[in-house]
């Protein structure tokens, strides 16, 4: 038994999605399911049982958001503060550059599927293997598109033994880092829609978020209503993208 090998796992991770297969891979704040071909997203929603108006999320990192999302300098700063500066995880959705070559790549049809009208989402921030695997598939114009690695409606999964298996049988490799960063949480990442300054989900690191807002914007986000109320998370259910 070793260390993990990261820079091995995604290149790994990278030519089973490029090859148009589809992955487990495990973030911070849960296991998810990434491909890129059409074929692989659709094997994958039907594996979830996802309703029609969930979407596909973009795995991404701090680089691929700023090139990708058109923001305005406020915006930008906020997201800054949250990622950069307190080094939170962070769902970023926002109006977004269709002509930047890795949207451009995804197939028409994958990419209604991926936006919520001029809206994408993209997750940043969610750990080092997901860093490693989006800097390679960046590089490539291979776009990462993916979700919880769940039945759709039965929450985030933060140890692979506890993956559904209709989950496990409907993609090409399973890359196991074991318990996730934050299990604690009990869901997915938190959701911000910066087109709109509207909470979508509340996820991991939620109270670290509002309180940057707070002090460093003079911005109150919802509260949360707990688990017991909101298992998901989720404010804005009919625009839910995991």
Do not use: W
């Amino acid at each position: 038994m070793s260390r993990h090998d990261i820079p091995g796992d995604a290149d790994h991770i990278y030519r089973t999605v490029a090859a148009g297969g589809a992955v487990i891979m495990p973030a911070d704040i849960g296991y998810g399911v990434i491909a890129s071909s059409p074929d692989a997203l659709t094997r994958l929603f039907r594996a979830k049982r996802r309703a029609p108006h969930k979407r596909h999320a973009m795995a991404g990192n701090y680089e691929l958001h700023r090139e990708v999302h058109r923001l305005g300098r406020r915006e930008r700063d906020m997201v800054d503060a949250v990622v950069l500066d307190a080094r939170l995880p962070l769902a970023v959705v926002g109006p977004f550059d269709r002509s930047h070559p890795v949207v451009a790549a995804i197939e028409p049809e994958t990419l209604a599927a991926s936006t919520v009208g001029d809206t994408m989402a993209m997750l940043v921030n969610g750990g080092g293997l997901q860093d490693a695997v989006v800097r390679i598939a960046h590089r490539n114009g291979v776009p990462l598109l993916g979700s919880s690695a769940n039945l759709s409606g039965t929450g985030t999964k933060f140890r692979v033994q506890d993956i559904e298996q209709p989950i496990i049988d409907a993609v090409d490799a399973v890359v196991d880092y074991g318990l996730r960063k934050y299990h604690l949480y009990r869901r997915s990442s938190t959701m911000i829609d910066f087109s709109r300054m509207e909470v979508v989900r509340i996820g991991a690191c939620y109270e670290l978020i509002v309180d940057v807002f707070a002090g460093q914007f003079g911005i109150t986000l919802p509260a949360d209503p707990g688990r017991d109320v909101l298992p998901s998370g989720h404010l804005r259910e009919a625009r839910e993208l995991t």
